[in-house]
Protein backbone atom coordinates (compact mmCIF):
# COMPACT_ATOMS: atom_id res chain seq x y z
CA UNK A 1 0.00 0.00 0.00
CA UNK A 2 1.38 3.51 -0.95
CA UNK A 3 2.35 5.71 2.02
CA UNK A 4 -0.18 8.42 2.89
CA UNK A 5 3.05 10.69 2.54
CA UNK A 6 2.32 10.34 -1.45
CA UNK A 7 -1.07 12.80 -1.01
CA UNK A 8 -0.44 15.99 -2.05
CA UNK A 9 -3.21 17.05 0.36
CA UNK A 10 -2.70 21.03 -0.12
CA UNK A 11 -3.58 20.76 -3.59
CA UNK A 12 -6.07 18.76 -2.98
CA UNK A 13 -7.57 21.29 -0.06
CA UNK A 14 -7.10 24.07 -3.12
CA UNK A 15 -9.72 21.99 -5.06
CA UNK A 16 -12.46 22.22 -1.97
CA UNK A 17 -14.13 25.90 -2.00
CA UNK A 18 -15.78 25.18 1.02
CA UNK A 19 -12.18 24.42 3.26
CA UNK A 20 -11.42 28.15 3.63
CA UNK A 21 -14.55 28.83 5.17
CA UNK A 22 -14.04 30.61 8.98
CA UNK A 23 -16.62 29.39 11.49
CA UNK A 24 -16.60 32.19 14.47
CA UNK A 25 -13.00 33.83 14.62
CA UNK A 26 -11.60 30.04 13.24
CA UNK A 27 -10.47 28.25 10.48
CA UNK A 28 -13.32 25.58 9.64
CA UNK A 29 -11.58 22.29 10.54
CA UNK A 30 -13.83 19.49 8.43
CA UNK A 31 -14.01 16.12 10.69
CA UNK A 32 -17.88 15.15 9.38
CA UNK A 33 -16.74 13.01 6.86
CA UNK A 34 -18.77 10.01 7.44
CA UNK A 35 -22.07 12.05 7.66
CA UNK A 36 -21.33 13.74 4.21
CA UNK A 37 -17.84 14.84 2.51
CA UNK A 38 -17.38 18.14 0.83
CA UNK A 39 -17.30 18.90 -2.77
CA UNK A 40 -14.55 19.53 -5.03
CA UNK A 41 -14.45 22.28 -8.04
CA UNK A 42 -14.80 19.26 -10.61
CA UNK A 43 -17.78 17.65 -9.78
CA UNK A 44 -19.43 21.31 -8.43
CA UNK A 45 -18.69 21.86 -12.03
CA UNK A 46 -20.13 19.12 -13.83
CA UNK A 47 -23.65 20.20 -11.67
CA UNK A 48 -23.43 23.95 -12.52
CA UNK A 49 -22.60 22.84 -16.83
CA UNK A 50 -25.15 20.56 -16.15
CA UNK A 51 -27.56 22.87 -15.70
CA UNK A 52 -26.30 25.71 -17.85
CA UNK A 53 -26.00 23.55 -20.80
CA UNK A 54 -27.55 20.28 -21.39
CA UNK A 55 -30.38 20.39 -18.30
CA UNK A 56 -33.59 17.80 -20.04
CA UNK A 57 -35.49 14.76 -18.55
CA UNK A 58 -33.63 11.37 -20.04
CA UNK A 59 -34.46 8.53 -21.77
CA UNK A 60 -37.46 9.97 -23.67
CA UNK A 61 -36.66 13.26 -25.53
CA UNK A 62 -35.35 12.93 -28.94
CA UNK A 63 -34.09 16.54 -29.09
CA UNK A 64 -30.49 17.54 -28.85
CA UNK A 65 -30.13 18.29 -25.25
CA UNK A 66 -32.88 15.54 -24.02
CA UNK A 67 -29.76 13.05 -25.97
CA UNK A 68 -26.62 14.62 -24.44
CA UNK A 69 -28.54 14.14 -21.27
CA UNK A 70 -29.43 10.56 -21.54
CA UNK A 71 -26.37 10.03 -22.60
CA UNK A 72 -24.64 11.41 -19.27
CA UNK A 73 -26.83 9.74 -17.11
CA UNK A 74 -26.67 6.03 -18.97
CA UNK A 75 -22.44 6.69 -19.10
CA UNK A 76 -22.56 7.70 -15.11
CA UNK A 77 -23.79 3.95 -14.67
CA UNK A 78 -20.55 2.46 -16.70
CA UNK A 79 -18.37 4.53 -14.63
CA UNK A 80 -19.86 3.59 -11.52
CA UNK A 81 -19.77 -0.26 -12.67
CA UNK A 82 -16.21 -0.12 -14.11
CA UNK A 83 -15.12 1.58 -10.56
CA UNK A 84 -16.73 -1.35 -8.76
CA UNK A 85 -16.32 -4.09 -10.64
CA UNK A 86 -19.27 -4.84 -11.91
CA UNK A 87 -19.90 -6.75 -14.64
CA UNK A 88 -21.89 -3.65 -16.60
CA UNK A 89 -24.75 -1.10 -16.47
CA UNK A 90 -27.59 -3.58 -15.55
CA UNK A 91 -26.30 -4.19 -12.57
CA UNK A 92 -26.12 -0.22 -11.22
CA UNK A 93 -29.11 1.13 -10.11
CA UNK A 94 -29.64 4.86 -9.11
CA UNK A 95 -31.40 5.32 -5.59
CA UNK A 96 -31.38 8.47 -3.35
CA UNK A 97 -28.93 6.80 -0.86
CA UNK A 98 -27.72 3.84 0.63
CA UNK A 99 -30.95 4.02 2.38
CA UNK A 100 -33.14 3.58 -0.07
CA UNK A 101 -30.57 0.70 -1.48
CA UNK A 102 -31.31 -1.16 1.48
CA UNK A 103 -35.15 -0.65 1.09
CA UNK A 104 -35.16 -1.32 -2.60
CA UNK A 105 -33.86 -5.28 -2.05
CA UNK A 106 -35.67 -5.71 1.14
CA UNK A 107 -38.87 -5.15 -0.10
CA UNK A 108 -38.14 -6.59 -3.89
CA UNK A 109 -36.68 -9.26 -2.45
CA UNK A 110 -37.56 -9.64 1.08
CA UNK A 111 -40.63 -9.11 0.83
CA UNK A 112 -41.64 -11.91 -1.61
CA UNK A 113 -39.13 -14.39 -0.94
CA UNK A 114 -38.46 -14.40 2.96
CA UNK A 115 -40.93 -16.64 4.96
CA UNK A 116 -41.58 -17.98 8.40
CA UNK A 117 -38.36 -20.07 9.52
CA UNK A 118 -35.91 -17.68 7.48
CA UNK A 119 -33.30 -16.41 9.01
CA UNK A 120 -32.45 -12.44 7.99
CA UNK A 121 -28.24 -12.50 9.47
CA UNK A 122 -27.33 -8.67 10.19
CA UNK A 123 -24.26 -7.63 12.96
CA UNK A 124 -24.42 -5.68 16.19
CA UNK A 125 -22.51 -2.73 14.34
CA UNK A 126 -25.33 -2.34 11.50
CA UNK A 127 -26.75 0.98 10.08
CA UNK A 128 -30.25 1.72 11.52
CA UNK A 129 -30.91 1.76 7.66
CA UNK A 130 -29.90 -1.96 7.14
CA UNK A 131 -31.25 -3.19 10.74
CA UNK A 132 -34.96 -1.13 11.03
CA UNK A 133 -35.50 -2.06 7.13
CA UNK A 134 -34.24 -5.94 7.76
CA UNK A 135 -35.94 -6.06 11.18
CA UNK A 136 -39.65 -4.55 9.50
CA UNK A 137 -39.17 -6.91 6.56
CA UNK A 138 -38.49 -9.44 8.88
CA UNK A 139 -41.64 -9.02 11.14
CA UNK A 140 -44.19 -8.73 7.97
CA UNK A 141 -42.69 -12.16 6.73
CA UNK A 142 -42.47 -14.34 9.65
CA UNK A 143 -38.53 -14.15 9.61
CA UNK A 144 -36.25 -14.06 12.70
CA UNK A 145 -33.19 -11.33 12.53
CA UNK A 146 -30.53 -13.09 14.11
CA UNK A 147 -26.89 -10.73 15.04
CA UNK A 148 -24.01 -11.59 14.85
CA UNK A 149 -21.93 -10.47 18.23
CA UNK A 150 -19.22 -7.68 18.53
CA UNK A 151 -15.98 -8.30 20.49
CA UNK A 152 -14.19 -6.43 22.61
CA UNK A 153 -11.86 -5.18 20.95
CA UNK A 154 -14.59 -4.05 18.29
CA UNK A 155 -14.31 -6.63 15.66
CA UNK A 156 -17.23 -9.38 14.67
CA UNK A 157 -17.01 -12.46 16.46
CA UNK A 158 -16.60 -14.75 13.67
CA UNK A 159 -16.71 -18.09 15.49
CA UNK A 160 -20.23 -16.57 16.25
CA UNK A 161 -20.96 -15.48 12.93
CA UNK A 162 -19.64 -19.36 11.87
CA UNK A 163 -22.56 -20.67 14.77
CA UNK A 164 -25.54 -19.06 13.70
CA UNK A 165 -24.67 -19.02 9.74
CA UNK A 166 -27.05 -22.15 8.61
CA UNK A 167 -28.97 -23.45 6.58
CA UNK A 168 -32.15 -21.03 7.50
CA UNK A 169 -29.70 -18.02 6.52
CA UNK A 170 -31.58 -16.42 3.41
CA UNK A 171 -30.07 -13.21 3.85
CA UNK A 172 -27.47 -11.32 5.39
CA UNK A 173 -27.03 -7.93 5.75
CA UNK A 174 -23.50 -6.37 6.74
CA UNK A 175 -21.35 -3.13 7.56
CA UNK A 176 -17.89 -3.18 4.90
CA UNK A 177 -16.56 -0.25 7.43
CA UNK A 178 -18.31 0.37 10.67
CA UNK A 179 -19.64 4.44 10.62
CA UNK A 180 -18.61 4.04 14.62
CA UNK A 181 -15.93 1.69 15.18
CA UNK A 182 -14.12 2.05 12.10
CA UNK A 183 -13.96 -1.23 11.68
CA UNK A 184 -13.31 -2.90 8.51
CA UNK A 185 -15.67 -6.77 7.96
CA UNK A 186 -14.39 -9.71 6.46
CA UNK A 187 -17.37 -9.38 4.07
CA UNK A 188 -15.55 -11.81 1.31
CA UNK A 189 -15.58 -14.47 4.16
CA UNK A 190 -18.57 -13.70 5.47
CA UNK A 191 -20.23 -14.40 1.61
CA UNK A 192 -18.53 -17.58 1.13
CA UNK A 193 -20.08 -18.43 4.48
CA UNK A 194 -23.45 -17.80 3.67
CA UNK A 195 -23.32 -18.58 0.24
CA UNK A 196 -21.96 -22.28 1.16
CA UNK A 197 -26.19 -21.64 2.98
CA UNK A 198 -27.25 -20.99 -0.55
CA UNK A 199 -28.16 -17.57 1.01
CA UNK A 200 -27.59 -14.16 -0.33
CA UNK A 201 -25.63 -11.28 1.09
CA UNK A 202 -26.24 -7.40 0.89
CA UNK A 203 -23.51 -5.63 1.60
CA UNK A 204 -23.50 -1.86 3.31
CA UNK A 205 -20.72 0.14 1.81
CA UNK A 206 -21.41 3.39 2.59
CA UNK A 207 -18.48 3.96 4.62
CA UNK A 208 -16.27 1.52 2.21
CA UNK A 209 -16.56 3.22 -1.25
CA UNK A 210 -15.71 6.21 -0.51
CA UNK A 211 -11.90 5.72 0.85
CA UNK A 212 -10.67 2.26 -0.11
CA UNK A 213 -11.04 0.22 -3.76
CA UNK A 214 -13.92 -2.07 -3.86
CA UNK A 215 -14.71 -5.17 -5.98
CA UNK A 216 -18.06 -6.28 -6.00
CA UNK A 217 -16.78 -9.81 -7.84
CA UNK A 218 -13.67 -10.26 -5.92
CA UNK A 219 -16.15 -10.03 -2.49
CA UNK A 220 -19.12 -12.14 -4.15
CA UNK A 221 -21.81 -9.10 -3.16
CA UNK A 222 -25.11 -10.29 -4.77
CA UNK A 223 -25.48 -6.64 -3.46
CA UNK A 224 -24.17 -3.69 -2.17
CA UNK A 225 -24.88 -0.39 -1.92
CA UNK A 226 -23.67 3.27 -1.00
CA UNK A 227 -23.79 7.12 -1.02
CA UNK A 228 -22.82 9.50 -3.07
CA UNK A 229 -22.79 12.25 -0.54
CA UNK A 230 -20.19 10.54 1.16
CA UNK A 231 -17.52 10.36 -1.54
CA UNK A 232 -17.60 13.92 -2.80
CA UNK A 233 -20.50 13.67 -4.86
CA UNK A 234 -23.57 15.24 -4.65
CA UNK A 235 -26.29 14.76 -2.12
CA UNK A 236 -29.86 13.00 -3.63
CA UNK A 237 -27.85 10.16 -5.30
CA UNK A 238 -26.98 6.61 -3.87
CA UNK A 239 -25.66 3.11 -5.82
CA UNK A 240 -27.46 -0.04 -5.33
CA UNK A 241 -25.22 -2.93 -7.21
CA UNK A 242 -27.16 -6.04 -7.77
CA UNK A 243 -25.74 -9.87 -9.79
CA UNK A 244 -28.07 -9.23 -12.88
CA UNK A 245 -29.47 -12.61 -12.17
CA UNK A 246 -30.61 -11.51 -8.79
CA UNK A 247 -31.83 -8.03 -10.43
CA UNK A 248 -33.64 -9.78 -13.51
CA UNK A 249 -35.41 -12.41 -10.84
CA UNK A 250 -36.82 -9.45 -8.56
CA UNK A 251 -40.24 -7.52 -9.15
CA UNK A 252 -40.02 -3.80 -8.97
CA UNK A 253 -40.09 -1.82 -5.70
CA UNK A 254 -41.35 1.62 -7.37
CA UNK A 255 -43.81 1.46 -10.30
CA UNK A 256 -44.64 4.54 -12.62
CA UNK A 257 -42.93 6.09 -15.70
CA UNK A 258 -39.34 5.06 -17.10
CA UNK A 259 -39.81 1.40 -15.93
CA UNK A 260 -41.98 -0.11 -17.66
CA UNK A 261 -41.85 -1.34 -21.38
CA UNK A 262 -45.34 -1.55 -22.23
CA UNK A 263 -48.42 -0.86 -20.53
CA UNK A 264 -51.65 -1.41 -21.09
CA UNK A 265 -55.38 -0.45 -19.34
CA UNK A 266 -54.90 -4.13 -18.35
CA UNK A 267 -51.28 -5.10 -17.31
CA UNK A 268 -47.94 -3.73 -17.73
CA UNK A 269 -44.62 -5.01 -18.71
CA UNK A 270 -40.97 -3.94 -16.96
CA UNK A 271 -37.94 -2.47 -18.82
CA UNK A 272 -35.02 -3.86 -18.97
CA UNK A 273 -32.26 -3.79 -16.08
CA UNK A 274 -30.81 -1.52 -14.64
CA UNK A 275 -33.99 1.21 -15.49
CA UNK A 276 -36.83 -1.32 -14.42
CA UNK A 277 -35.81 -0.17 -10.66
CA UNK A 278 -35.22 3.16 -11.70
CA UNK A 279 -39.19 4.86 -11.89
CA UNK A 280 -39.55 8.54 -12.62
CA UNK A 281 -37.28 11.42 -13.09
CA UNK A 282 -34.12 10.11 -11.68
CA UNK A 283 -31.42 12.20 -10.27
CA UNK A 284 -29.87 13.05 -13.22
CA UNK A 285 -27.81 16.25 -12.03
CA UNK A 286 -26.60 14.29 -9.88
CA UNK A 287 -25.80 11.11 -11.77
CA UNK A 288 -23.52 13.44 -13.83
CA UNK A 289 -21.56 14.85 -11.05
CA UNK A 290 -21.10 10.93 -9.26
CA UNK A 291 -19.67 10.30 -12.38
CA UNK A 292 -17.19 12.98 -12.23
CA UNK A 293 -16.38 12.25 -8.41
CA UNK A 294 -15.16 9.20 -9.07
CA UNK A 295 -13.13 10.27 -12.19
CA UNK A 296 -11.69 13.07 -8.77
CA UNK A 297 -11.16 10.07 -6.52
CA UNK A 298 -9.36 7.76 -8.75
CA UNK A 299 -7.50 10.93 -10.16
CA UNK A 300 -5.68 10.41 -6.73
CA UNK A 301 -6.13 7.04 -6.41
CA UNK A 302 -8.78 4.97 -3.77
CA UNK A 303 -5.22 2.97 -2.13
CA UNK A 304 -3.73 6.20 -1.58
CA UNK A 305 -6.88 7.45 0.02
CA UNK A 306 -7.41 4.29 2.11
CA UNK A 307 -3.93 4.96 3.51
CA UNK A 308 -3.96 8.76 4.18
CA UNK A 309 -7.41 8.10 6.58
CA UNK A 310 -5.52 5.43 7.80
CA UNK A 311 -2.95 7.09 8.90
CA UNK A 312 -4.99 10.41 10.39
CA UNK A 313 -7.35 8.07 11.94
CA UNK A 314 -3.99 6.26 13.80
CA UNK A 315 -2.52 9.99 14.48
CA UNK A 316 -5.78 10.69 15.95
CA UNK A 317 -6.20 7.60 18.16
CA UNK A 318 -2.48 8.36 20.01
CA UNK A 319 -3.62 12.24 20.62
CA UNK A 320 -6.43 11.10 21.60
CA UNK A 321 -5.20 7.95 23.92
CA UNK A 322 -2.58 10.62 25.58
CA UNK A 323 -5.34 12.66 27.31
CA UNK A 324 -7.28 11.44 30.11
CA UNK A 325 -10.84 10.13 30.54
CA UNK A 326 -10.54 9.13 27.07
CA UNK A 327 -12.38 5.89 25.81
CA UNK A 328 -11.50 5.60 22.21
CA UNK A 329 -14.27 3.24 20.51
CA UNK A 330 -12.85 -0.14 17.75
CA UNK A 331 -10.14 -2.05 16.65
CA UNK A 332 -6.94 -0.61 19.10
CA UNK A 333 -4.06 1.58 17.46
CA UNK A 334 -2.49 -0.22 15.13
CA UNK A 335 -5.21 -2.07 13.78
CA UNK A 336 -5.95 -1.06 10.01
CA UNK A 337 -9.53 1.27 10.04
CA UNK A 338 -11.68 3.15 7.96
CA UNK A 339 -10.85 6.78 8.37
CA UNK A 340 -13.18 7.69 11.78
CA UNK A 341 -12.72 7.22 15.80
CA UNK A 342 -15.56 7.39 18.18
CA UNK A 343 -14.48 8.43 21.35
CA UNK A 344 -15.81 9.90 24.76
CA UNK A 345 -14.62 12.07 27.79
CA UNK A 346 -15.37 10.80 30.73
CA UNK A 347 -16.37 14.15 32.30
CA UNK A 348 -18.27 15.52 29.14
CA UNK A 349 -21.19 14.77 27.51
CA UNK A 350 -21.04 14.08 23.58
CA UNK A 351 -23.09 16.58 22.73
CA UNK A 352 -21.25 18.95 25.09
CA UNK A 353 -18.03 18.02 23.37
CA UNK A 354 -19.43 18.90 19.88
CA UNK A 355 -21.11 21.94 20.64
CA UNK A 356 -17.96 23.61 22.23
CA UNK A 357 -15.29 21.89 19.17
CA UNK A 358 -17.85 23.65 17.09
CA UNK A 359 -16.70 27.34 18.70
CA UNK A 360 -13.06 26.65 18.21
CA UNK A 361 -14.41 26.13 14.54
CA UNK A 362 -14.14 21.94 14.69
CA UNK A 363 -17.29 20.07 13.26
CA UNK A 364 -17.67 16.78 14.62
CA UNK A 365 -20.66 14.54 14.95
CA UNK A 366 -22.35 12.93 18.40
CA UNK A 367 -24.93 11.28 19.22
CA UNK A 368 -25.48 7.14 18.41
CA UNK A 369 -24.77 7.71 14.82
CA UNK A 370 -28.05 5.75 13.53
CA UNK A 371 -26.35 2.79 15.70
CA UNK A 372 -28.57 2.50 18.77
CA UNK A 373 -28.16 -0.75 19.50
CA UNK A 374 -24.84 -0.86 19.18
CA UNK A 375 -24.35 1.93 21.35
CA UNK A 376 -26.24 -0.11 24.13
CA UNK A 377 -24.14 -2.83 23.91
CA UNK A 378 -20.74 -0.39 24.13
CA UNK A 379 -22.94 0.66 27.46
CA UNK A 380 -23.23 4.43 26.45
CA UNK A 381 -25.82 6.97 24.76
CA UNK A 382 -23.71 8.87 22.64
CA UNK A 383 -20.40 9.35 21.11
CA UNK A 384 -18.47 11.93 19.88
CA UNK A 385 -17.25 10.84 16.24
CA UNK A 386 -14.15 12.36 14.05
CA UNK A 387 -13.96 11.14 10.55
CA UNK A 388 -11.51 12.14 8.23
CA UNK A 389 -11.69 12.35 4.16
CA UNK A 390 -9.00 12.89 1.51
CA UNK A 391 -8.31 16.87 2.18
CA UNK A 392 -7.71 16.27 6.02
CA UNK A 393 -4.82 17.14 7.68
CA UNK A 394 -2.95 15.90 11.14
CA UNK A 395 -2.88 19.70 12.20
CA UNK A 396 -6.26 19.43 11.90
CA UNK A 397 -6.59 16.64 14.77
CA UNK A 398 -4.22 18.94 16.28
CA UNK A 399 -7.05 21.53 16.22
CA UNK A 400 -10.07 18.99 17.63
CA UNK A 401 -7.47 17.97 20.67
CA UNK A 402 -6.58 21.66 21.57
CA UNK A 403 -10.55 22.41 21.37
CA UNK A 404 -11.07 18.71 23.49
CA UNK A 405 -8.90 20.22 25.92
CA UNK A 406 -10.81 23.64 26.68
CA UNK A 407 -14.42 21.61 26.76
CA UNK A 408 -12.60 19.67 29.37
CA UNK A 409 -11.46 22.66 31.18
CA UNK A 410 -15.07 23.70 31.26
CA UNK A 411 -16.49 21.18 32.84
CA UNK A 412 -13.63 20.20 35.45
C1 LIG B 1 -22.68 2.46 7.42
C2 LIG B 1 -23.77 3.33 6.89
N1 LIG B 1 -24.81 2.78 6.28
C3 LIG B 1 -25.81 3.50 5.78
C4 LIG B 1 -25.81 4.86 5.89
C5 LIG B 1 -26.98 5.64 5.34
O1 LIG B 1 -26.54 6.45 4.31
P1 LIG B 1 -27.61 7.47 3.64
O2 LIG B 1 -28.06 8.36 4.74
O3 LIG B 1 -26.81 8.16 2.59
O4 LIG B 1 -28.70 6.63 3.11
C6 LIG B 1 -24.76 5.50 6.55
C7 LIG B 1 -24.78 6.97 6.74
O5 LIG B 1 -24.27 7.51 7.65
C8 LIG B 1 -23.71 4.72 7.05
O6 LIG B 1 -22.68 5.27 7.69
Known sequence: ????????????RADFPVLDRRV??????????AATTQTPEPVI???TEYYREYNANVHRGLHQLSQEASIAYEEAHDTVAEFIGA??????VFTANTTMAENLVAYAWGLNNLEPGDEVVLTQMEHHASLV????????TGATVRYIRVDDAGRLDMDHAREIVGPDTAMASIVHVSNVLGTINPVAELADMVHEQDGLIFVDGAQAVPNRPVDVAAIDADF?????????GPTGIGVLYGKERLLESMEPFLYGGEMIEKVTYEDSRWNELPWKFEAGTPPIAQAVALDRAIEYLESIGMDRIAAHENSIAQYAIEQLHAMEGVTVYGPPAGAERGGLVAFSLDTVHAHDIASIVNDHG?????????????????GIAATARASFYVYNRREE?????EALDAAREIFA
Not at 224 to 232: D, E, I, V
Open 87 to 92: DGREEV
Open 133 to 140: TWQQIAER
Open 224 to 232: YAFSGHKMA
Open 362 to 378: VAIRAGDHCTQPLHDTL
Open 45 to 47: DAI
Open 24 to 33: GDSDLVYLDN
Open 1 to 12: MPTAEELDVEAI
Open 397 to 401: VDALI
